[in-house]
């Protein structure tokens, strides 16, 4: 079950129970944090929480400032600091050693729009969308609301509150395209109002990565699991009706029986691929489909003679073939983290999947100079005015902003 999902259940719980809730969204990051913009916990009256926004040091404080805003019905803006090491106050010292922007918002059970609606309605199209978030004001006449929200969808579907603004919503829709194209979330100024500045988190969102785990022998069960914990929709298919039995394999979205002749049948898609047939036949029909789909990563266990003679029997079909295969192909599959055991094997597949997701190499962090997760992109105003003069002031751990004072 992903994050999102359980936000969700959680949700739709409260709901069904009566039961007020408030939700904690992390929108910016200065400097190093455990968690990245887009991060969410879901906040009931009495203080239980669905999902995480830190490593543990900023949940205690936000449960409360959570409550505090349902008590209110009003959004709040919080800055974490935990920087200051010197300075234990709310148990955040020996912190990530950045600054932290929690939104928090009461949920509102009758309005359609509200955003854990919006993330259901991204939840129901298996692609990338955007949501525009409205985590800042300036002084003056605010062009927008605190917490005021519009979902892109690839399809031309546009849903929530800043649609009031038809000017505002034009420019979301033109930057999440930006955004979208780049598959890189922003953060923008926009100016269409005498004196009025809205700031704007355009968030990408992803949905849950597809993998198609060909081969249902005890050794993909641990993989499927995993994948699964993940939050990863996975397909099992095998050519063998008592091997591809879905009470084998119940954290799969489906699996299928498909045998060898129908392999050159089955519709292409853009899922990751793994192959863990122990059938060479198998993996020959499975690679030569795999070809022509978008699928940019394709798994292979087993030795690399293995797949050295599969490329030069493909080959003699399919001239180019390991041309249009050139960086999907990973053989032998994994990380290099000394896997025997099935168990292992899984994880070392399932990091290799995430580190060619995210377009990093897989070492280990302590030998990287990068920063470990990629930041929003901080793009000035809109409409001909320069960016907002406002310094980075060095905030001492909390800062409380409400919904009518200038920042």
């Not at 006449?141 to 800043?162: E, F, K, T």
């Not at 953060?187 to 009025?196: F, K, N, S, V």
């Not at 797949?307 to 990380?335: C, I, K, M, N």
């Amino acid at each position: 079950m992903t994050e999102l999902q359980r936000l969700l259940a959680a949700y739709d719980a409260c709901r069904a129970a009566g039961r007020a809730c408030a939700l904690a969204t992390v929108v910016e990051v200065e400097g190093s944090a455990y968690r990245r913009p887009g991060a969410r916990m879901l906040v009931t009256d009495d203080g239980q929480l669905t999902g995480a926004i830190s490593g543990g040091c900023l949940e205690g404080d936000a449960r409360q400032r959570a409550r505090q805003a349902l008590q209110r019905r009003q959004p709040a803006l919080v800055t974490y600091d935990t920087s200051d090491e010197d300075d234990p106050r709310h148990g955040l010292g020996p912190g990530c050693q950045g600054v932290v922007r929690i939104l928090l918002e009461p949920l509102d059970f009758q309005d359609p729009d509200n955003p854990l609606e919006l993330l259901r309605g991204f939840a129901r199209h298996p692609e990338p969308a955007v949501l525009a978030t409205v985590i800042r004001l300036a002084a003056g006449q605010a062009i927008a609301d605190l917490g005021h929200r519009l979902l892109l969808m690839p399809n031309g579907l546009l849903r929530g509150s800043a649609l009031d603004n038809p000017a505002l919503a034009a420019q979301l829709r033109k930057d999440a395209d930006q955004a979208l194209a780049q598959d890189q979330s922003l953060i923008r100024e926009y100016a269409t109002l005498p004196d009025g500045l809205a700031r704007v988190f355009l968030e990408v969102l992803r949905p849950p990565l597809r993998l198609c785990v060909y081969g249902a022998g005890n050794d993909a069960q641990p993989l499927v699991r995993l994948a699964a914990s993940l939050g990863w929709h996975v397909t099992v298919v095998d050519g063998r009706p008592r091997q591809a039995a879905p009470e084998r394999f119940p954290e799969a979205a489906a699996v299928r029986v498909v045998p060898l002749g129908e392999v050159p049948e089955q519709p292409l898609g853009a899922d990751y691929a793994v192959l863990l047939t122990h059938n060479y036949a198998y993996d020959l029909a499975v690679l030569q489909r795999l070809l022509d789909a978008p699928t940019p990563y394709i798994g292979l266990l087993g030795p690399r003679t293995k797949a050295t003679r599969l490329l030069e029997e493909l080959t003699q079909v399919e001239p180019d073939a390991e041309a249009r295969l050139e960086g999907r192909l990973h053989s032998p599959v994994g990380l290099n983290l000394g896997a025997e055991t099935p168990e292992e094997i899984a994880l070392s597949i399932t990091a290799e999947i995430q580190a060619v997701r995210q377009g990093r190499a897989g070492g280990m962090l302590r030998l990287s100079d990068d920063p470990i997760h990629a930041r929003p992109t901080h793009v000035g105003a809109t409409e001909g005015k320069a960016p907002s003069a406002e310094a980075k002031p060095r905030y001492r751990h909390v800062v409380v902003t409400e919904p009518s004072c200038a920042v």
